[in-house]
């Protein structure tokens, strides 16, 4: 994967993401996806570019439990998001709907950086930097429901929850 990092915080929390006053587009998730992130840089979504990634600092999507906040961020075309630590019901959440979602020392990216993640060999390279970040790469059953498309696509495929 290869992108542009956009730089947030700590503590994005979902309702950052998915603002709370935009509940009645719920039910239109391209319409939602052009507020993603708006409170926190309203530049995010006009400009964002498919396989931009998204970078937090740590607790990245505290807050409620909706699954809106990551599908937006996939919708906007983010190819994951990179946080010192994430809100467990988040991180689920994001691999659910197919989001690639990376615990891993963020504070040497700024924006604009251009990086290069090798998301199974839990390698990322500031390209721009000329630096290398190491990060646990995720366990094989949570990256095959990513490699599917996430959950639902991941039980299309296999009936049920087949991990192995």
Request: hydrophobic letters at 40%; proline letters at 4%.
């Amino acid at each position: 994967m290869r992108g542009k990092v956009w730089k947030f915080g700590d503590n994005i929390s979902t309702d950052l993401i998915a603002a709370g006053r935009f509940y009645h587009l719920r039910s239109n998730m391209p319409e939602l996806a052009k507020h993603c992130l708006e409170d926190a840089d309203p530049n995010f979504a006009p400009n964002a570019k498919p396989g931009d990634f998204v970078v937090g600092g740590r607790n990245f999507g505290l807050g409620s439990s909706r699954e809106h906040a990551p599908i937006t961020i996939k919708m906007v075309g983010a190819g994951a998001v990179l946080a010192q630590s994430f809100a467990r019901i988040f991180y689920r959440n994001a691999v659910n709907v197919g989001l690639p979602v990376i615990e891993c020392d963020t504070t040497q990216f700024d924006a604009g950086d251009q990086l290069d993640i090798d998301l199974a060999g839990g390698v990322i390279k500031d390209v721009t930097k000329g630096i290398t970040v190491t990060f646990h790469p995720m366990e094989d059953a949570m990256r095959r429901i990513l490699d599917d498309g996430g959950l639902v696509e991941h039980i299309k495929k296999h009936g049920d929850f087949a991990i192995s």
